[in-house]
């Protein structure tokens, strides 16, 4: 957590631990917020690992070991996947070029993983965990980009999914990056120094078009709503294609998960499991089993109930070919009838880029 928890606090936060690092889980009615943040626009700590990479040789060694190609012009990023010898991931990330360095945002706890799993290699290349060098703050909601706007001196809301630009909030200076809209909502994060969270966090609850601060419990609903995976319970330990997150995937790179799995993303093949949108009468538990029939089809791997359909949703991983759209889930030890759900559950502003995507339905509008 950084300097800015006396600030949630007064705000009327409470925290829970994640990976090793306390976040805010919710302010007041979590409900109301929800609805705040689809109707306008919201703010939230997002609790990133850092890590500053430098050296002449940093773009082509992150190349090589994500599954995205890294952008070579400044003000650029993408999203990847960093995946294991046998091809499943291991962790998602934001890469971005800021010029002489490339900057990594990680799920809590993954920085300082990889920065032991980098060092082994001997290219030009210098890897500092700088998670304490940073406040990170995520902006979302139909009106993000007044928001911003409202507030940000020096230049305007950057136009394109995980392009930047430099500027200032108050007396801070501050880099702005598109995000691809994991919440379903027009979405931007602000970054900046550590010392200067608290007064960049205070200006977009505060100052210009107000905005309502929100936490974990809130972008778990929204997420899921907008049908985006989130690591580690929707993408931890998964081949690629299974999660049908294709905005992960560079499919002209290749060799960065071995030929079996290639010829299953160019669709030579089906992977085992797909990820789907699931609508149970009840709200299960995460790995609750899922059946189709008197079989055992796949697990459940997060649920909420959505604030905006007033019902539960679930993602779940269930065998590709299992047809129809009728399941149960257990739930108490009982079998609960549950529909499949189109993904994204709720249109917002915008798409989520990550939503699962599979074969034909890559190129609709709807998973």
């Known amino acids: 957590m950084t300097d800015l928890r006396a600030f949630h606090a007064d705000h009327g936060a409470t925290f829970v631990e994640r990976a090793g690092r306390e976040v805010v889980s919710r302010y007041h009615d979590p409900g109301r917020t929800h609805h705040a943040v689809r109707n306008a626009a919201g703010a939230i700590e997002m609790p990133y690992g850092v890590l500053r990479i430098g050296g ?13 190609r890294v952008p070579r012009e400044d003000g650029e990023g993408t999203y990847a996947f ?17 010029g002489e360095r490339l900057l990594i945002f990680t799920p809590p706890g993954k920085a300082a993983w990889i920065e032991s799993e980098w060092e082994v290699f001997i290219e030009d290349v210098d890897i500092e965990v700088a998670t304490g060098a940073f406040a990170v703050f995520g902006v979302h909601g139909p009106k993000a980009t007044e928001k911003v ?15 930047f630009v430099r500027g200032s909030i108050g007396d801070a200076g501050v880099t702005v990056a598109r995000t691809d809209a994991p919440t379903g909502e027009t979405g931007y994060e602000v970054i900046c120094a550590r010392d200067d969270g ?8 505060n100052f210009g078009l107000n905005a309502v601060p929100f936490g974990a419990e809130t972008w778990e609903a929204l997420t899921l709503e907008a049908g985006t995976p989130l690591f580690e319970p929707d993408l931890e330990g998964r081949i690629p294609n299974e999660t049908g997150v294709r905005s992960a995937l560079d499919f002209e790179k290749g060799c960065f998960v071995g030929q079996e799995v290639v010829s299953r993303i160019e669709n ?15 709200r299960p538990e995460r790995g609750a089993a899922v059946f189709a029939g008197d079989e055992s089809v796949g697990e459940v791997t997060r649920a909420v109930e959505s604030p905006m359909l007033s019902a539960p949703i679930a993602l779940a991983y269930v065998a590709f070919d299992a047809g129809g759209g009728s399941f149960s889930v257990r739930v108490d030890g009982e079998g609960v009838p549950a529909e499949r759900g189109d993904l994204p ?12 995507r599979y074969g034909v339905d890559a190129d609709s509008s709807r998973g």
């Open 345 to 356: 559950f709720y249109d917002g502003s915008e798409y989520s880029g990550r939503r699962p």
């Open 149 to 163: 706007a409202s507030v940000l001196t020096g230049a305007s809301a950057p136009d394109g999914p995980h392009s």
């Open 268 to 282: 030579r093949g089906h992977p085992a499991k797909r990820l789907v949108g699931l609508r149970p009468e009840s």
């Open 198 to 205: 608290g007064g960049v966090f205070d200006a977009l609850i």
């Open 82 to 98: 960093l995946l294991d010898p046998q091809g499943r991931v291991e962790t998602d990330l934001q890469v971005y070029n800021a």
């Open 56 to 68: 002449s040789d940093r773009v082509d060694y992150v190349d090589d070991v994500v599954t995205n």
